[in-house]
């Protein structure tokens, strides 16, 4: 009889076993959906330089402090300076240069007033003379000061994390053009079982189409991996062997089908008993039975029950944090809420049940989850996946669960 262990186990093995791969480096706008493998410093300060934050006029805040509607200042322009210029021009006391966003602040000048605060306001040519009628609040108003944001050596980007658009922004406006990043995970996905039917074959008595396979390379690829292959086998134990044996190029071989205790699961009988890995059943449900192993070499194997939504349970719970922590990730799990349940259901004492399900978020303040199916966690409810938003957690000891009790969810979109 296989052993019977806690998911944190069966987990805690396989990350055990789990190495994180090499790196390399790549330019910035290549290292999208990558994960960083090591720290990214500011290459220079954000802002470079102080510059104005509005659209105005550059003065001494000594001219402008006393400037009010019934007491305006006049001052003289004596230059304009646009977005990009190099100019540096002289202010003088009783100057002003016009100045427009993200423009460099002349070296004289200690304050910027808006268009809006003068009579003149924006006009096509650059006036001779500017009305100030408001006071900027004080010295340094509507100015970025140089290195506000960032200063050079300062950490931009933090390893384990993953570069996505905003990461690629932050980078380059630091000067950062290259970026250290895991190399992707080459996974191969094994579906196995004699029943099942791939592509447009017609089905005779007895046949299932196969959907696990492609619903586990679309959640890999969503996970940062190279998928190198998806193949379906006969309840057969050369051809599962012989199978694995042809992946050694991969990293992580996931198999689905044939772990549990029927006599034609080829899986178990075949990599069982060549040694290449262990069977386990887990307190939880769906996905009970499941199978792991971390060869000397070849790539780390994990077997999931066969049923899409235990296989997608699987992956979840098992399949996924591996991904990651070989990609150095430094958050493996996915977002848990609390919500309410829209409706009760059973629960199995002794193990730990996942039900898909879909969230009602009309009222943000109220979230309810509702079984996207009504056989709640049946293992072969397939059309369930298509609607589910998550998968409601609910503990071992639990023998239901009740409308309106708080349940944790794994978000899964």
């Given at each position: 009889m296989a052993d019977v262990i806690e998911v944190e186990q069966h987990l805690a093995r396989i990350l055990a076993a789990t190495p994180r791969l090499a790196s390399e480096r790549v330019a910035v706008r290549d290292a999208v959906g990558r994960t960083l493998a090591a720290d990214a410093a500011a290459v220079h300060d954000v802002p470079a330089f102080e510059n104005s934050s509005m659209d105005g006029f550059a003065v001494r805040h000594a001219d402008v402090a006393p400037a009010s509607a019934e007491r305006p200042v006049r001052l003289v322009v004596v230059a304009d300076v646009p977005a990009g210029s190099a100019l540096d021009p002289a202010l003088a006391p009783g100057q002003a240069v016009r100045i427009m966003t993200g423009s460099v602040l002349p070296s004289e000048a200690d304050t910027v007033v808006p268009f809006e605060d003068t009579l003149e306001g924006l006009t096509p040519d650059v006036p001779p003379h500017v009305t100030v009628v408001a006071a900027p609040g004080r010295e340094g108003a509507f100015v970025r000061a140089r290195a506000d944001d960032l200063a050079v050596g300062e950490r931009v980007l933090v390893a384990g994390t993953v570069v996505g658009p905003r990461q690629v922004a932050s980078a380059l406006a630091t000067g950062v053009t290259t970026l250290e990043v895991v190399r992707r995970p080459r996974v191969a996905i094994i579906?196995?079982?004699?029943?099942?039917?791939?592509?447009?074959?017609?089905?005779?008595?007895?046949?299932?189409?196969?959907?696990?396979?492609?619903?586990?390379?679309?959640?890999?690829?969503?996970?940062?991996?190279?998928?190198?292959?998806?193949?379906?086998?006969?309840?057969?134990?050369?051809?599962?062997?012989?199978?694995?044996?042809?992946?050694?190029?991969?990293?992580?071989?996931?198999?689905?089908?044939?772990?549990?205790?029927?006599?034609?699961?080829?899986?178990?009988?075949?990599?069982?008993?060549?040694?290449?890995?262990?069977?386990?059943?887990?307190?939880?449900?769906?996905?009970?039975?499941?199978?792991?192993?971390?060869?000397?070499?070849?790539?780390?194997?994990?077997?999931?029950?066969?049923?899409?939504?235990?296989?997608?349970?699987?992956?979840?719970?098992?399949?996924?944090?591996?991904?990651?922590?070989?990609?150095?990730?430094?958050?493996?799990?996915?977002?848990?809420?609390?919500?309410?349940?829209?409706?009760?259901?059973?629960?199995?004492?002794?193990?730990?049940?996942?039900?898909?399900?879909?969230?009602?978020?009309?009222?943000?303040?109220?979230?309810?989850?509702?079984?996207?199916?009504?056989?709640?966690?049946?293992?072969?409810?397939?059309?369930?996946?298509?609607?589910?938003?998550?998968?409601?957690?609910?503990?071992?000891?639990?023998?239901?669960?009740?409308?309106?009790?708080?349940?944790?969810?794994?978000?899964?979109?």
């Open positions: 579906t196995s079982g004699s029943e099942l039917v791939r592509g447009d074959e017609p089905l005779t008595r007895g046949q299932v189409p196969e959907s696990s396979g492609a619903m586990l390379a679309a959640l890999a690829v969503e996970a940062g991996a190279e998928v190198v292959s998806v193949e379906a086998v006969l309840d057969d134990d050369a051809a599962v062997l012989d199978t694995v044996r042809g992946l050694a190029h991969a990293d992580l071989v996931v198999l689905t089908g044939g772990v549990s205790a029927g006599a034609y699961d080829a899986v178990k009988s075949a990599l069982g008993g060549a040694g290449l890995m262990q069977f386990f059943h887990v307190r939880m449900q769906p996905g009970k039975p499941q199978g792991f192993g971390a060869p000397a070499s070849g790539p780390l194997l994990l077997g999931l029950p066969g049923n899409p939504v235990s296989t997608a349970v699987s992956w979840e719970v098992f399949v996924r944090p591996a991904l990651l922590a070989l990609q150095g990730r430094t958050d493996l799990h996915r977002r848990v809420v609390r919500v309410r349940a829209a409706t009760g259901w059973r629960s199995p004492v002794g193990r730990r049940q996942y039900v898909p399900v879909s969230l009602d978020v009309s009222d943000p303040a109220a979230w309810l989850a509702r079984p996207a199916s009504s056989g709640h966690s049946g293992s072969h409810l397939v059309g369930s996946l298509a609607l589910a938003d998550g998968y409601a957690v609910v503990p071992a000891g639990a023998d239901s669960v009740e409308a309106g009790q708080l349940v944790d969810v794994m978000l899964v979109t």
